[in-house]
């Protein structure tokens, strides 16, 4: 059988690769065009207090809607944005972005305790990525705590001792840190002891089942007990259901993200959530 279609299979083959670089290259052409065209917009996700349900934060999610392609999603283009350099400018936009926007809500008097971004490990380990922020935390006078940067941990076990010297400059800076996915990373726990983070978040894969797989629910309380005692915080994502909430409240997750609570929303929407006093939605006292 693979005899007889060996020669098939090759040609095929070789079309599906031609098509995806094909693809690849039109997506990258686009998407270099993006910032100067306006299709880039930022969406926030709050992120909730298990406890009382006040808003402790929200995560900037990059948006990029184009005329011929429609939506793209983040997942398929930020790769692509890593493996072309285009991540520093759209990193440095999203950045700029995002700290404006949160000090245009403090002006509102609006009150978000924070605001996170999430850093690539390409943007992260950049010379210049710390001056970047200092610079831009500068030019829109965010406090430098206000603003989180989530790291996956898949990127700071990628080069470990670069990643806690520059974990640590940036910690200097005064901005909070989060590993982001975490779980997925095979992180030892003597590395995390030395990263200066503020907060761990525990992957959406393991959330998805917490309540039916027994392996993903002793992950999940394993991370949360190992943060409480080296006094992290912990954000579940991906929270769905009642069911998963409940969970992940008896078990002492300190925050919690996901659709059951609210999508991504854009900033007008985040400010009316804010503008609600006492707006309250994972069902605490
Ligand atoms: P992430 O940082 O882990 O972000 C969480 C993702 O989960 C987001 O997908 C969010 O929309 C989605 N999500 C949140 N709650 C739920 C839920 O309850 N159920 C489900 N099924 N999904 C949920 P999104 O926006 O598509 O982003 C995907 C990834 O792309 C992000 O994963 C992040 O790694 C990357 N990304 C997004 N924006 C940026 C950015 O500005 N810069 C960089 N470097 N990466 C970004
Ligand atoms: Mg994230
Ligand atoms: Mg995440
Ligand atoms: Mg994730």
Request: include cysteine.
């Amino acid at each position: 059988y693979a005899k007889r279609d060996g020669g098939n299979t090759h040609r095929r083959f070789s079309g599906q690769m031609a098509a995806a670089v094909l693809k690849r290259m039109t997506l990258e052409n686009l998407l270099r065009k993006a910032i100067e065209r306006g299709e880039l917009r930022l969406h926030y996700q709050p992120q909730f207090n298990i406890g009382n349900g006040t808003v402790a934060g929200a995560e900037t999610l990059l948006r990029w809607t184009n005329p011929e392609l429609g939506m793209v999603s983040p997942a398929e283009f930020i790769p692509l944005a890593e493996d072309t350099g285009l991540i520093a400018p759209i990193g440095e936009w999203v950045l700029r972005n995002a700290c404006a926007q949160a000090r245009a809500w403090r002006d509102q008097g609006l009150t978000l305790p924070r605001v996170a971004v999430n850093v690539s490990a390409v943007q992260f380990l950049h010379k210049g990525f710390p001056d970047l922020v200092t610079r831009i935390l500068e030019e829109t006078g965010l406090e430098p705590r206000t603003l989180e940067l989530e790291l996956t941990e898949s990127a700071l076990m990628r080069d470990a001792d670069s990643a806690a010297l520059a974990l640590r400059t940036l910690k200097d800076i005064g901005v909070q840190l989060a590993i982001d996915d975490f779980g997925t990373g095979y992180s030892s726990l003597s590395r995390l002891k030395q990263f200066p983070i503020d907060r761990l978040k525990i992957d959406r894969s393991f959330v998805r089942d917490i309540e039916t797989d027994a392996d993903d629910a002793a992950i999940a309380v394993a991370i949360i007990a190992m943060a409480s005692s080296m006094r992290l915080e912990v954000v579940a994502e991906g929270v769905e259901t009642p069911g998963q909430l409940e969970f992940l409240r008896n078990r002492g997750c300190h925050e919690v993200q996901g659709f059951l609570l609210s999508r991504p929303l854009p900033a007008e929407q985040i400010a009316a959530l804010l503008a609600r006093p006492g707006a309250r939605r994972t069902g605490g006292a």
